[in-house]
């Protein structure tokens, strides 16, 4: 097995852009983008000592970031009392751009706490779902729901990579704009 390295000094050349790329995507504002990202080069900094090396630099990082992107969310929904954002890691391989966002009840909440909502809210969710276009819907349950492999999507549906997660942040999008409007 290859043991990997950690060189800070490259960082933010080398891998800011693909950063603020994917942290933009899941919180659509390029400031908070932007500090999310300096937040994750920080921590990786404080916490290259426990580095393994079992990772890929830039996996490592992106780990970081998604941490940093829940915590996030979390600081969000705790002062909104409305939602949290899931995001499932996959912990196999190297599954960067592998997460599923979902706006749901707290589970943690003991104010708000309840079966019955978290089932309206997957209803709602799948009736949003199903207004998106034919392809979209696909692509997102496809990558989102199923947790398919971006390179197994783009084979089976003829597309490429930038297609795909253009379709995805599109139907999030879409999504939380019918949630909002519809549930919430």
């Known amino acids: 097995m290859t043991r990997h390295t950690l060189n800070p000094d490259i ?43 079992d990772a890929a630099e830039r996996t490592w990082l992106v780990a970081i970031l998604k941490r940093k992107i829940i915590d996030h969310y979390r600081k969000i929904n705790s002062k909104k009392g409305k939602a949290e954002v899931r995001i499932n890691y996959n912990s196999n391989h190297d ?13 943690y ?15 709602a969710l799948e009736e949003c779902i199903s207004k998106l276009p034919k392809k979209q819907s696909m692509v997102f349950k496809m990558k989102t729901i199923q947790g398919i492999e971006t390179e197994v999507i783009c ?13 995805i942040h599109r139907a999030r999008t879409a999504l939380m704009g019918c949630l909002n409007q519809n549930w919430f």
Do not use: C, H
């Open 155 to 167: 084979n089976e549906l003829g597309i490429n990579p930038s297609n795909l997660w253009v379709m």
């Open 109 to 123: 909440s003991t104010i708000n706490s309840s079966d019955m909502e978290n089932k309206e809210l997957a209803l």
């Open 95 to 107: 599954s960067d751009g592998d997460w599923l966002e979902e706006q749901v009840a707290d589970p």
């Open 11 to 53: 960082w933010v050349d080398q891998y800011a852009d693909y950063l603020f790329n994917f942290t933009v995507s899941r919180v659509t504002d390029a400031e908070i983008a932007k500090d999310l990202v300096q937040e994750t080069f920080l921590a990786g900094l404080k916490s290259a000592k426990n580095f393994k090396g």
